[in-house]
Nanobody
Framework: QVQLVESGGGLVQAGASLRLSCTVS????????MGWFRQAPGKEREFVAD????????YYADSVKGRFTISRDNAKNTMYLQMNSLKPEDTAIYSC?????????????????????WGQGTQVTVSS
C-alpha cells in the first residue's frame, strides 16, 4: 500500500518562505511521477507543480512560476515544494500526489485524474 504524507505547512506572513515535504512509503518514490495540488476554501482543487520520476522535467502553474520550486530526493523517498515570496492567495491545503502514468514522464500532468495516490494535505496560511 502506497502512502503519502505531507509536512511543513504553517502560518506565515506575506513575502515569507515555506518548504513542504511529501514522504512516500510502501513503494520507492522513484516509481512515480509526482505532483502538488492545492485547494483553497470554497474553491476547486488546482494544480501547482509536477516533476517526473528522475526529476529531469518539471512543470508549474502560471500562478506560482518563478516563486515555487518542486524537487525530489529519491534516495530519501521525499519530494519537496519550496515556496518563496508567498502571497495571501497562496493560502490553501496543499496535497501531494503520485502517478505511474507513462505520459507524465514526458509531459506536465496537471489533471488531478492522472494521479493514483494522494496525501491528506497540509495547511498553508499566508497573512497579509
Amino acid at each position: 500500500q502506497v502512502q503519502l504524507v505531507e509536512s511543513g505547512g504553517g502560518l506565515v506572513q506575506a513575502g515569507a518562505s515555506l518548504r513542504l515535504s511529501c514522504t512516500v512509503s510502501g513503494r520507492a518514490l522513484s516509481s512515480y511521477n509526482m505532483g502538488w495540488f492545492r485547494q483553497a476554501p470554497g474553491k476547486e482543487r488546482e494544480f501547482v507543480a509536477d516533476i517526473n520520476k528522475s526529476g529531469g522535467r518539471t512543470y508549474y502553474a502560471d500562478s506560482v512560476k518563478g516563486r515555487f520550486t518542486i524537487s525530489r530526493d529519491n534516495a530519501k523517498n521525499t519530494m519537496y515544494l519550496q515556496m518563496n515570496s508567498l502571497k495571501p492567495e497562496d493560502t490553501a491545503i496543499y496535497s501531494c500526489a503520485a502517478t505511474a502514468a507513462i505520459r507524465c514522464l514526458f509531459n506536465g500532468c496537471y489533471q488531478a485524474t492522472a494521479y493514483d495516490y494522494w496525501g491528506q494535505g497540509t495547511q498553508v496560511t499566508v497573512s497579509s
